[in-house]
Nanobody, 122 residues
């Protein structure tokens, strides 16, 4: 059974930083692309960032480019999202997702975590 467990969310002031992480079990983590998504109250879930199996070619939503960094440690089965210069509009539940292939593709999402709340106060 594949499990994705996020941690590290919390409350931070605008301009601050926060890091969230996701540990994956039940599959060969190093073979698959990983991503982060978020969902704010009353809004649809949206793409935040993704990374391929080796940690290369990171991709970001325009709204977080230059502020967020996605990375992974295949030895620890963990993917990270470092969030800097946070804004109130970054407030959302952040979800970790695993793709079915080695590179992230729009239709390739396979597994989801339960989410972790990130709240940015103004």
């Amino acid at each position: 059974q594949v499990q994705l467990v996020e941690s590290g969310g919390g409350l931070v002031q605008a301009g601050g930083s926060l890091s969230v992480s996701c540990v994956v079990s039940g599959r060969t983590f190093s073979s698959y692309a990983m991503g982060w998504f978020r969902q704010a109250p009353g809004k649809e879930r949206e793409f935040v960032a993704a990374i391929n199996w080796s940690g290369g070619n990171p991709r970001y939503a325009d709204s977080v480019k230059g502020r967020f960094t996605i990375s992974r440690d295949n030895a620890k089965n963990t993917v990270y999202l470092q969030m800097n210069s946070l804004k109130p509009e970054d407030t959302a539940v952040y979800y970790c997702a695993a793709y079915s292939g080695s590179t992230p593709t729009p239709g390739g999402l396979r597994y989801w975590g339960q989410g972790t709340q990130v709240t940015v106060s103004s």
